[in-house]
């Protein structure tokens, strides 16, 4: 395991001699067998990703659905701050009526009485803190999504960041033939590893 405190050169040198060289071997396999979608199937994962956190939610919304509210979640915080009661909301109910047969010796006998639901306390606070966090969820994980479609149709800023890699490499050609047959060799999927490794590792690496 590499140490934390190591010279940034050496560590770069370590990521050339071992990752770089899987990160190519990778790509160079993936154009031999003639697929270039690596960007395209990372992007249809994130927007299921998306959508399953969507159902998740609306799931749970139909499922505390309230003849109230339409937004379970912010309805029923309101309620909170202003203090008012489940005996008016009707939601998680502490006291409700429970029906049981009781047996005499000669008849079934029904019988009513209030029972106290203390668990409704905390399940209130749980699933509030569900639909808010769901919510966020499938906020992060749409916007994450646009951003990938973004960058796969339009991928000018990637191609830009590329060009000021190559810039700050003084053994690179800075023509646009050189520039441009760099980005023919790497292909989108080599675009995309070199994104990610630069959102997910730093630029130093990407470089």
């Keep these: 395991m590499e140490n934390p405190g190591e010279p940034i050169p050496e560590r770069?040198?370590?990521f050339e001699a071992r990752a770089s060289a899987y990160v190519w071997d990778g790509l160079r396999l993936a154009r031999n067998k003639g697929s270039q979608d690596m960007a395209l199937y990372y992007t249809i994962s994130t927007a299921i990703q998306s959508l399953n956190a969507w159902i998740q939610w609306f799931w749970l919304n139909s499922l505390l659905q309230s003849p109230l509210y339409t937004l379970w979640g912010p309805s029923l915080v309101h309620d909170l701050i202003r203090g008012d009661?489940?005996?008016?909301?009707?939601h998680f109910p502490r006291i409700t009526?429970?029906?049981f047969n009781r047996r005499r010796p000669a008849s079934v006998q029904l019988d009513t009485v209030l029972c106290v639901l203390t668990l409704n306390i905390y399940y209130e606070k749980l699933f509030i803190f569900l639909w808010f966090w769901l919510l966020f969820v499938a906020i992060v994980s749409t916007s994450n999504s646009i951003y990938w479609i973004g960058s796969i149709c339009?991928?000018?800023k990637a191609r830009r960041v590329i060009t000021d890699y190559l810039a700050t490499d003084p053994s690179t050609q800075t023509g646009g033939l050189s520039t441009e047959q760099f980005f023919r060799l790497l292909g989108k999927d080599g675009l995309f590893v070199l994104q990610q490794m630069s959102l997910n590792l730093g630029d130093i690496p990407a470089r």
């Design 12 to 14: 770069i040198a370590a």
């Design 85 to 90: 009661d489940w005996q008016v909301t009707g």
């Design 97 to 99: 009526h429970c029906d």
């Design 154 to 156: 339009v991928s000018t």
